[in-house]
């Protein structure tokens, strides 16, 4: 997902641990080497339970939390794999917040391979 979306957007992400001093740090899903891009990533495939929307939330706002503390012009990301999925993020109290917070969805597609590999990972999960 993040090597498809490096490729969209021309940049290279990697995984990033961002300090911001007195023993605050967050971790980020992937990041540019400048942090002009800081990315979050959900792979989930199909319809949204309440505490995965909570979850998806929680890292929204560690993206908003380090955008403001970086300070300057950023572009914050939740990358997402699933239309479905981002269907719950798109209205609402939710996606009203995302606006504000200036995040951005963005979803990329998987292979029909890759896909199966994630909902047979989620089918376990569940059991």
């Not at 021309?10 to 300090?19: D, F, I, N």
């Not at 606006?99 to 590999?117: P, Y």
């Amino acid at each position: 997902m993040v090597a498809a979306l490096a490729s969209q957007l021309g940049v290279a992400l990697a995984p990033r641990r961002v300090e911001f001093g007195a023993g605050v740090r967050v971790e980020l899903d992937a990041a540019s080497e400048d942090l002009s891009v800081l990315v979050e990533v959900w792979a989930h495939q199909g319809p949204v339970k309440s505490a995965q929307r909570s979850k998806v939330l929680t890292d929204a706002f560690k993206l908003a939390f380090a955008g403001r503390e970086l300070g300057g012009t950023r572009r914050l990301i939740l990358l997402l794999s699933d239309e479905e999925a981002a269907r719950k993020f798109a209205g609402g109290w939710p996606a009203a917040a995302l606006r504000q917070s200036g995040i951005e969805i963005v979803v990329v597609e998987l292979d029909a391979a890759t896909r199966q590999r994630v909902r047979a990972a989620q089918a376990r999960q569940y059991r």
